[in-house]
């Protein structure tokens, strides 16, 4: 009589060990994205890395620059309530502040919104990559698009429009908070998957308000507010 018959438990035959190459799968599918991204951020660099030698324009340079008592004094409290040019937008006053040196050059100025535009690169590359169905081609070659594009030049060689790099990446903040906030709906129907992240008035709607402090042209929608 065979052990089912009898009630005895039967022996598995012990799993075959999985070759290297197929347990190698996952972290090289894993790797890729993240090549691919550093790729982008280095072409994005080696496209704006000529402005780092540029000097500042007549035109808005002076007003927040070298020509603002409160920017050159690093009067942060001043900062945070000065209107300049008809505008407020006091984080980019604030980080135009922390760029003065002794003398005032125009490098650190730049360098900080080229940095600020390789970092929104990469955000544009994981918001695509999540809204692509996480296909890495697709979000490389849209963020290099965006990391490349001349339309770029005039928010990162240009001093002053700080707020738009910095409205850039707190409104790419906040739509990839948003984007979570949409996956986790989702998730609601299986309350087993729920995993325990703030809900969107938590994380997105500051985002979203400080993207527009810095640059009015947001976008506000109902779902942020």
């Known amino acids: 009589m065979s052990n089912a018959r009898r009630g005895r438990p039967t022996r598995r035959s012990p799993t075959p060990?999985?070759?290297?190459?197929?347990?190698?799968?996952?972290?090289?599918?894993?790797?890729?994205?993240?090549?691919?991204?550093?790729?982008v951020a280095a072409g994005s660099f080696a496209a704006f890395a000529g402005a780092l030698d540029?000097?500042?324009?007549?035109?808005?340079?002076?007003?927040?620059?070298h020509e603002n008592p409160l920017v050159v004094g690093k009067d942060y409290s001043g900062l945070l309530r000065a209107?300049?040019?008809?505008?407020?937008?006091?984080?980019?006053?604030l980080s135009l502040a922390w760029n003065v040196s002794d003398p005032i050059t125009a490098r650190p100025f730049?360098?900080?919104?080229?940095?600020?535009?390789?970092?929104?690169?990469?955000?544009?590359?994981?918001?695509v990559?999540?809204?692509?169905?996480?296909r890495a081609?697709?979000?490389?070659?849209?963020?290099?698009?965006?990391?490349?594009?001349?339309?770029?030049?005039?928010?990162?060689?240009?001093?002053?429009?700080?707020?738009?790099v910095l409205y850039a990446f707190f409104f790419l903040i906040a739509a990839i908070a948003?984007?979570?906030y949409l996956e986790r709906l989702d998730n609601e129907l299986n309350p087993?998957?729920?995993?325990?992240?703030?809900?969107v008035p938590v994380t997105g709607a500051p985002l979203a308000a400080l993207a527009d402090a810095e640059k009015t042209a947001i976008i506000r929608r109902n779902e942020f507010q």
């Open 17 to 39: 060990p999985v070759s290297g190459s197929r347990a190698q799968r996952p972290a090289r599918r894993t790797g890729i994205p993240v090549l691919l991204a550093l790729a």
């Open 83 to 93: 209107v300049v040019s008809n505008h407020y937008h006091p984080l980019a006053m």
């Open 192 to 199: 087993a998957q729920v995993s325990p992240r703030p809900p």
């Open 129 to 134: 990559f999540q809204l692509a169905g996480r």
């Open 54 to 65: 540029n000097d500042f324009v007549d035109w808005d340079d002076r007003q927040y620059v």
């Open 110 to 127: 730049i360098a900080t919104n080229v940095a600020l535009h390789v970092l929104n690169t990469l955000l544009v590359f994981w918001l």
């Open 137 to 164: 081609a697709v979000a490389a070659l849209t963020a290099l698009l965006f990391g490349i594009h001349p339309m770029r030049v005039e928010s990162v060689a240009w001093v002053a429009e700080r707020k738009d």
């Open 178 to 180: 948003y984007l979570k």
